[in-house]
């Protein structure tokens, strides 16, 4: 049974740090490109970040963020662990929201922030207050 199942979330003060992770059971995450989305109370889901699969080659992969996060959030994989993390720096408090990881079977090495991923995880919530 294909299975993704995120971690890491939690209460944290702005300008503070979580890692995220999104660990895959039942399949290799790096067959597919993985993306990060998350979705506030009252909003609508986005795209925050994702990585696109390796290929076979080791040192690959394109990335891309959403502008809001752009030089506060990391996204990695770690393919021995089959993980992909999200490491999420100076959050701040509109980050709160539901964080959902999913993966995306493609033909290509790339990856998109837009909706269209083939499975997902529940989701871990993150909530940033002082």
């Known amino acids: 049974q294909l299975q993704l199942v995120e971690s890491g979330g939690g209460l944290v003060q702005p300008g503070g740090s979580l890692r995220l992770s999104c660990a895959a059971s039942?399949?290799?995450?790096?067959?597919?490109?993985i993306g990060w989305f998350r979705q506030a109370p009252g909003k609508e889901r986005e795209g925050v970040s994702c990585?696109?699969?390796?290929?076979?080659?080791?040192?690959?992969?394109?990335?891309n963020y959403a502008d809001s996060v752009k030089g506060r959030f990391t996204i990695s994989r770690d393919n021995a662990k089959n993980t992909v993390y999200l490491q999420m720096n100076s959050l701040k408090p509109e980050d709160t929201a539901v964080y959902y990881c999913?993966?995306?079977?493609?033909?290509?090495?790339?990856?998109?922030?837009?909706?269209?991923?083939?499975?997902w995880g529940q989701g871990t919530q993150v909530t940033v207050s002082s």
């Open positions: 990585i696109s699969k390796s290929g076979g080659s080791t040192n690959y992969r394109i990335t």
């Open positions: 039942g399949f290799t995450l790096d067959d597919y490109a």
């Open positions: 999913a993966a995306q079977r493609r033909l290509d090495r790339l990856c998109v922030l837009v909706p269209g991923y083939d499975y």
